[in-house]
């Protein structure tokens, strides 16, 4: 069994290069400029931690469920083509100030219809639940879990997810608006496929 030190650092790794820039870490620091930032920071943050164990979870139950070799060998295609995929957005994808204010016209659409601080914990825990569904990040941290320890997976998961809303609340939107994108995606993409190599690489049980 792969060792929790190896699932923390992977997931560490992964999680603060695909979280930091993204349309939830925008969300967060928006937020925080219009409500409470412990607010803020607690219902985005509990959002990422529940978000994290149930891809842990998912990923966990994969190689129970099918063959161990079919999950480590499609875990393997995740991170060739999530490293491909953030490369590409790397270069081709829109700037971080068109993302920024994608972002920030979707929130005061939302913010003019629920106005009030009693609902700003369930609407950042919301905004960002549904933010990352489906996400990359999401979907890489079950291919982890499915390969690495996941108790390892979600303790690198959950403190990448606390750095980078802390980084997001705190910093505010000027810490967003001055973040390279194309930086993040590029070392991301690369990230991915050392993980992709690695995967290859290695042996697993049937």
Known sequence: MSSVVQGFTKSLAMTVLSEIGDKTFFAAAILAMRHPRRLVLSGCLSSLIVMTILSAVVGWAAPNLISRKLTHHVT???????????????????????????????????FKANTGTTKTNSKAFSIT??????????????????????????????????????????????????????????????????????????????
């Open 129 to 206: 639940f549904f933010g990352e569904w489906g996400d990359k990040s999401q979907l890489a941290t079950i291919g982890l879990a499915a390969d690495e320890n996941p108790v390892g997976v979600v303790l690198g998961g959950i403190i990448g997810q606390a750095l980078c809303t802390t980084a997001a609340v705190l910093g505010g939107k000027s810490l967003a608006s001055q973040i390279s994108e194309k930086i993040v995606a590029l070392s991301g993409g690369v990230l991915f496929i050392v993980f992709g190599l690695q995967s290859f690489l290695s042996t697993v049980g049937s």
């Open 76 to 110: 393997t295609l995740l991170f060739f083509g999530f490293g491909l995929w953030s490369l590409w957005d790397a270069f081709t994808g829109e700037g971080e100030a068109e993302e920024l204010a994608e972002v920030e016209a979707k929130l005061d659409a939302d």
